[in-house]
């Protein structure tokens, strides 16, 4: 069929038209077709992928619920036995304790400010390097430690690494190792500071946190005000027992206070088998110079009489009143003999010192008289021990006073 012909046949063209407008449609559904499934690929795995990061974030969020959860439930144990810390050495064991309950780090430590010297010195520590030892001190200043010694903020590895400033600069380019040899390879990767108000107590520092990443500055400054609240309570405790422990009057140790002392010192001489004798003494005619001066005097010969005593005896000896003008000294390790010269000093430095109105005494001076036991030659028991010591100062007074008198086993009978 010519052209001409096919010109003729107006339908068959129609047909053709409408099979070219048929396939032409169908290609293009097709193709929408295709975009159409790609676009749903597409949002199907950006819905994957946003239900991945979901999972993630959930799970993350789960484990933050849950260590937050941890550290409540085992906060309240830590935090007993922080504010029940019997003196401020034990302060430091017990925070430490808490910080590796909190982060399980590679690394822990406490040390404690040295403000006169402006230095830290290392208290206790869990996971230290060869060669960290106990005292082992830095400067205010220096490194990680002592920038946060001196700046009072708890600091982390974020801070470290942007900070800015001279002094800041100064101390970080010290800060991965530290040149003292005493801390030399100690990983500081967070610290935070233990103040009271603006007194630095001490600092808190670890390395190589196991747990609950990413939250160890404000988790170690929350460590770090509990072991500050007990660093004060031990303060105010031991203060609170110092004075319960304390004569009024003199400011020696109280009759109560002195023959607990005298016991523990006993205990600790039976184990290391040595020595511990006491000293029982009396002021000479101490009721003649209060009637004749007047109890205000006489109180201010006590005190004086108790600071006389406290200067003449080591740190590690006791000085007690037992009661009115009645005064007892340990001497930790004094055999009879050392005791008897010690106290034969004393008596003597009592004797030559210028009381007001001593002259008027009937001894013309204040004096003592004094007995010495010695444990286990004397006894082996706390109360007769000092009944053995009475004894032989009461002998000294019959002997004329002003002299200082052995106790005797045959005192015990």
Known sequence: MGAEEWSRQPGLWAFVGLIVGVLIALGFDRIQLKKAQRLRMEERAEADRALARAKVDNEALAKQLFEHTEVFQFLPEHLRDLLLAHGQRAVGPLALALVERLF?????AVFVARPSRRKLALAVGAGLPPGVAVGAEVDYGY??????????????????????GEKASKALARAKALEEPGLRG???????????GRELLGVLCIGGA?????????????????????????????????AEAMDGLTGVHNKRHLLERLQEEMRNAARDERNLSVL??????????????????????LRKL????????????????????????VYVGANKELAMRLAESLRQSIEAFPFPNRQHQPLGAITISGGVATFPDDSKKGEVLLRCADQALYEAKAAGRNRIFPGEPDFLA
Not at 104 to 108: D, L, N
Not at 286 to 298: D, Q, V, W
Not at 314 to 325: A, F, I, L, Q, Y
């Open 280 to 301: 029982f003494l009396d002021l000479d005619h101490f009721e003649h110079y209060n009637r004749t001066n007047g109890h205000l005097a006489g109180d201010e010969v």
């Open 104 to 108: 399980h780090p590679e690394q822990a």
């Open 186 to 196: 100690l990983r500081v990767d967070a610290v935070a500071p233990i103040l009271e």
């Open 143 to 164: 490194g990680r430690l002592g920038w946060a010694a001196e700046s009072q903020v708890a600091i982390d590895e974020v801070d470290f690494q942007t900070a800015r």
């Open 210 to 242: 196991r747990t609950r990443k990413g939250q160890e500055k404000k988790l170690l400054a929350l460590a770090a005000g509990l072991a500050a609240v007990s660093f004060t309570q031990a303060t105010r405790i031991k203060a609170a027992e110092e």
């Open 306 to 329: 108790a600071q006389m005593l406290k200067g003449a005896v080591r740190d590690t000896d006791v000085v007690g009143r037992v009661g009115g003008e009645e005064f007892a000294i």
